[in-house]
């Protein structure tokens, strides 16, 4: 067996159990762009620093460059027995080019290693949320798009240099790795940075609120879409049928859309527990915070793509639409400012008007206007303008309101937002 990094002070190797049972490779490789990123920057640092040599820099860097290349070639083994992507990266480029390898990790811990990482990871990762939100381009989603954007501001301050929660006596240079990997700052205490994983759960949190948006109106376009409703027809493409009803045609992508927000709630709850009974500073157990981020965003990012493909292959069956409106009075609260007395009165009136058109089963628009008389004799011959929904929705005027002009205003305002043709 190969001596582990941190082996000198062992004199037994672990069990393959605790071996399996500690291990992170089998997810953390996803970070290895971002951790050959943060070990490249932090080469150049110690190099400006006069910590290791120019030219030790230069065969790291061209090692991690080999290195990635590799990965992404396939031609990479990743090995469960170093532990993780960090170890992983360090000990193949050890293999690769030798004793400079052995200097990358001065004035470094894994602890502000892994969170440089996945900081960076993280911040790619919404940005790919944010253009997907875009993609998707309906007014809604906006404020989601601008919650990313916040957390993403705030999680961009740079752990590197925290080490492993005291930073170091070394001459390191914080400024210079924080600035070459694009981060704001550094972190101003190097106990909060290994500590703190608020960044990730206000980014969970974030993608939470996504996912229960779409939820929302998955549930609504599969209400629509039944055959009770019947107001949409998602076209074939986008839809599933049944191994045994042929003639069933489900909405399946806006129903699992529905049912992956479960998912992405629990993954932000999976943080959150992990999160909750800890002491300060870096403690293993938070190297499970990278499987729920992973499958957040990755769930995410895939309810946003079929909700926006959904959305692309739906007609609406204006006729049957049409037909359902005037199931519901929905001219009635129109018809009590049309009385303009007194609310409560005006309330009572036209909620008397509502119980005689059920006993005929009719139409507000269908009572005579003596009838409505008899109610009140403040009803008049203009009364009918403001019947049937088509003419009470005109009405509605305040802003922000689902009146036709209104609603028109709004589109305007989306169309230039969000630059549509
Ligand atoms: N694989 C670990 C993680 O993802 C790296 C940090 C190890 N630090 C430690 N103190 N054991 O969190």
Redesign the pocket.
């Known amino acids: 067996k190969e001596t582990k990094l941190w082996g000198g002070r062992f004199e037994e190797s672990v069990t393959d159990i605790v071996e399996k049972f ?3 490779i089998s997810f ?1 490789k996803q970070l290895y762009k971002h951790d050959i990123m943060g070990s490249k920057a932090h080469a150049s640092m110690l190099a400006k620093q006069g910590l290791i040599s120019v030219s030790d820099r230069d065969i790291i860097l061209q090692g991690l460059d080999e290195i990635e290349r590799r990965i992404e070639a396939g031609d990479f083994v990743w090995r469960t027995d170093r ?5 992983n990266i360090e000990a193949a480029l050890t293999d690769l080019v030798g004793e400079p390898a052995k200097k990358l990790h001065t004035a470094r ?3 502000d ?2 969170l440089t990482d ?1 900081r960076l990871w993280c911040r790619d990762a919404i940005d790919r949320i944010v253009a997907s939100v875009r993609h998707l381009q309906v007014a809604l989603l906006d404020r989601d798009a601008g919650r990313l954007l916040d957390c993403r501001a705030r999680l961009n301050f740079c752990p590197l240099g925290a080490c ?1 929660l005291a930073g170091t006596g070394l001459p390191i240079d914080r400024f210079m790795t924080s600035d070459s990997l694009g981060f704001t700052a550094p972190m101003r205490n190097s106990i909060d940075a290994v500590s703190d994983r608020d960044f990730v759960l206000e980014f969970l949190s974030a993608n939470s609120i996504i996912a229960i948006h779409l939820s929302r109106l998955g549930e609504e376009w599969v209400l629509w879409a039944s055959e009770e409703f019947g107001f949409i027809t998602p076209s074939d493409s986008v839809s599933t049928g049944s191994s045994i009803m042929p003639q069933k045609k489900n909405p399946d992508p806006m129903e699992l859309v529905r049912g992956k927000s479960a998912r992405v709630i629990g993954d932000l709850v999976t943080l959150l527990t992990l999160c909750k009974g800890l002491p300060l500073a ?3 157990d ?2 499970e ?2 499987e729920p981020t992973f499958d957040s965003v990755k769930t995410i990012i895939g309810m946003l793509e079929v909700s926006a493909e959904f959305a692309q292959n739906i007609t609406f069956n204006g006729e049957k639409i049409q037909k359902a409106l005037p199931a519901g009075y929905l001219d009635a609260t129109t018809l009590a400012d049309y009385l303009g007395l007194p609310f409560r009165t005006s309330h009572d009136i036209v909620g008397r008007a509502v119980a005689l058109c059920v006993s005929k089963n009719c139409q507000l628009q269908d009572l005579s206007l003596d009838l409505l008389k008899s109610l009140n004799p403040v009803f008049d011959n203009d009364v009918y303008e403001f019947l049937g929904v088509e003419n009470a929705v005109k009405k509605f005027s305040s802003y922000g309101s689902t009146g036709s002009a209104c609603v028109a205003d709004q589109l305007g305002y989306w169309i230039t937002k969000l630059e549509i043709n």
Request: overall charge negative.
């Open positions: 500690t291990e992170s953390d532990e993780d992507v960090h170890m811990s894994r602890n290693q892994v996945f492993a870096y403690n293993r938070l190297q915070d990278k």
